[in-house]
Structure formats: structure tokens, C-alpha cells
């Protein structure tokens, strides 16, 4: 028995570490999943792959374990044991996983913990810092009887008046709402970048409460498929295991009732994320659907529109649809956002 690290650029291992597990019904070796993977390990007896698994960053994908003469769960442990140990070698320390549901027990018998499951899929984690760990670093507003909290999870890839504009929806009808600003490089503006450009964009409202997504709303862990081209499907059962994780575990912690979104016209997978949301919040969580703000030419201010003009050098444009504080910024950094995008930065869709 031997536990070997893959090299998938080689067509001819790529080739038969597929074939082995797709035989298990493993069939999506998109370029946009597979590129992800910066690991990838296999078990060998007899000179035989019999289990594989890899990871992209934090996130085990692809495992795959042949049970024929075997005892069962042994192949299993040894190569999840196997690369976990690799990864904590590598500095990391928090690991996800999706898998089928039926699997959920397997992953829960060598350490991990189910965040969320639906009929489809469960998400598991495992290692530091957990959820736990996120909820308790939350601030936390003083609860009363009548006080209504709402919530938004906005990207803001950069913020714009439209996302400003559905704070103030919200804050209409509730004393307080929490703002998650995604937390995944992946968006033309980085993490960091767009937590400050909502900070900025929001200052004047104190009880809007803005903070980092973490790895538990939209972000590359919870929903890959709102970064990967994915089919519907896929963005279906991640939508679901997401909508979970904030109806069961960031609602209740917070105390959010009620949560927004805008309409969405021009993003099938965030319309799609909007359809799912409607089914599985209520009714602990009431979902508030706004209609997105528009511009003086009548069209849904965008972020796309924003990313779209700085690719054009259409400051003048630009500036109408953002708050001033994101205009500085994009004014100041234009050449850094254009060379990103010249480097291959997507600014189309999400």
C-alpha cells in the first residue's frame, strides 16, 4: 500500500485517476473545478488506484474509494487521514467538504462536523477556526422584545448606490441590519478592498453593522458555484446547504428575522440563489425581496455596469453610480483594476 501525491498534469494519470472516479459516479471534470485543485493524493495496492481525494485551498473535493476486498471504511480513513495531514502540513488548519449525504457519517467518523445537509448533499467542517469561533467574534446588538434585525450578504465587487440603497430598505423596516460582505478573493476587487469600500459607503448609519461574510455566506467554501461556472443543479444543492447555514446557525446568533436581497434581472445564478432563499428561510427567516434601484437612464444600477466601465477608462459614467468614497478609490487604484483585468480578472458576471 503506498499513498502518492497525483500530478493532474499529466494526461495520462488525469486520465485514469477520472476514469476511476467517474466508475463511482463522480462526473464533473470541468477546467473551472479542476484548476482549483492544488492537491490531489492516491492509493495504491497491488499497483491499483483504490481511493483518491484532493483538495482545492481548505475545500476536499473529488474522493473517490474502491471497497472491494477491503474492510470497510479502512481505504476511506487512510487517505482523508492522509490528506488532512498534508494539509495542516501546508498551514491549514480549517477544512470543508460537500459530499453526498449519504456519506455524511463517513467524514463525521474521522473528525469533521455537518454545518448544514439537505435531501442532496451535506457540508461538513473540521479544525479551527470553526463556526463557533466565527458567531462569538460577531458584535451584537442589545436585544429587546419589539426590535426587529434584518440581514444582507452582499458581494459589492464594488459597492454601489444599489447596494447602499438596499441598506436603506432595510433599515426602513428594521432596527438594525447586519451587513455580510463576502469573504473570497475571486471578484475583481479584493476582500479587503470591498469590506472597506461597504464601511466607507455606510459610515453615516450606524446601525448598520458591517463585517466580514467569513467562510459560512456565499463564500468559495459555502458556494463555490457562484464563482465556478456551474450547472444548475450544483448551484441548486449549494444554494440549499448555504440557505441552511444562515436560517439554522447566523440567524439565531444574531437574532435576524428578517433578510434582504434585490431583484435580479441580469445574474441567473443569483436569481437562482433568490428562488432557493424564498424556499428554505421561512419561516424562521422572512425573505424581503427589493426592487434594485435604478439610474437616470432607467437601467438596474449594477456592479457588473461599474466593473464594465472601468475596463473603458469611463470614469465620467462611473461616477453616477457609485458613492463617492468607492469613485475615490477606483480613481485613485484605476490602473492596479486595469491590470487585473488585462491579467485575465473576470468582470462579467458575479
Keep these: 500500500m503506498a499513498i502518492v501525491e497525483l500530478n493532474l498534469q499529466l494526461s495520462d494519470v488525469k486520465n485514469s485517476w477520472q476514469q476511476f472516479l467517474e466508475e463511482r ?11 482549483q485543485l492544488d492537491l490531489t493524493l492516491g492509493l495504491y495496492e497491488d499497483n491499483q488506484l483504490v481511493a483518491t481525494a484532493s483538495a482545492a485551498h481548505n475545500v476536499i473535493k473529488y474522493v473517490g474509494v474502491c471497497q472491494l476486498d477491503s474492510t470497510p471504511g479502512a481505504r476511506f480513513n487512510q487517505i482523508i487521514s492522509e490528506l ?13 467538504v460537500f459530499t453526498k449525504i449519504q456519506y455524511s457519517s463517513s467524514f463525521q467518523h474521522v473528525g469533521f462536523h455537518e454545518l448544514a445537509h439537505s435531501h442532496q448533499a451535506a457540508f461538513l467542517e473540521t479544525g479551527t477556526p470553526d ?5 462569538d467574534q460577531l458584535p451584537q446588538v442589545k436585544s429587546l422584545p419589539t426590535q426587529k434585525i434584518g440581514g ?60 466580514s461574510g467569513g ?8 458556494f463555490p458555484a457562484y464563482f465556478l461556472k456551474s450547472d444548475q443543479n450544483t448551484t441548486e444543492y449549494q444554494t440549499t446547504l448555504d440557505a441552511h447555514i444562515f436560517r439554522d446557525l447566523i440567524a439565531p ?5 428578517l433578510r434582504f436581497v434585490g431583484t435580479e434581472p441580469l445574474s441567473p445564478t443569483t436569481a437562482i440563489y433568490n428562488r432557493v432563499l424564498a424556499e428554505e428561510l421561512p419561516p424562521q427567516v422572512t425573505l424581503k425581496v427589493i426592487e434594485r434601484k435604478q439610474d437616470q437612464q432607467q437601467k438596474v444600477i449594477s456592479a457588473s455596469a461599474v466593473r464594465q466601465m472601468i475596463a473603458q ?22 490602473k492596479q483594476l486595469q491590470v487585473r483585468i488585462q491579467k485575465g480578472m473576470k468582470i462579467n458576471g458575479n
Design 25 to 35: 459516479g463522480i462526473n464533473n471534470f470541468s477546467p473551472a473545478e479542476v484548476q
Design 84 to 96: 488532512t495531514s498534508r494539509l495542516y502540513q501546508r498551514q491549514i488548519f480549517h477544512l470543508f
Design 131 to 135: 463556526i463557533h469561533d466565527y458567531l
Design 152 to 211: 444582507i450578504v452582499m458581494n459589492a465587487n464594488p459597492f454601489t448606490y444599489g447596494h447602499r440603497y438596499l441598506v436603506e430598505q432595510a433599515l426602513q423596516q428594521c432596527d438594525y441590519v447586519y451587513v455580510f460582505v463576502v469573504n473570497t478573493d475571486a471578484s475583481l476587487f479584493s476582500t479587503a478592498e470591498r469590506l472597506q469600500l461597504v464601511q466607507a459607503g455606510l459610515q453615516d448609519l450606524p446601525h448598520a453593522i458591517v463585517v
Design 215 to 222: 467562510d459560512y455566506m456565499v463564500s468559495y467554501a459555502t
Design 253 to 257: 446568533a444574531c437574532q435576524i428575522t
Design 313 to 334: 477608462n469611463n470614469l465620467k459614467e462611473l461616477k453616477s453610480l457609485v458613492p463617492i468614497s468607492t469613485y475615490q478609490f477606483i480613481k485613485d487604484n484605476l
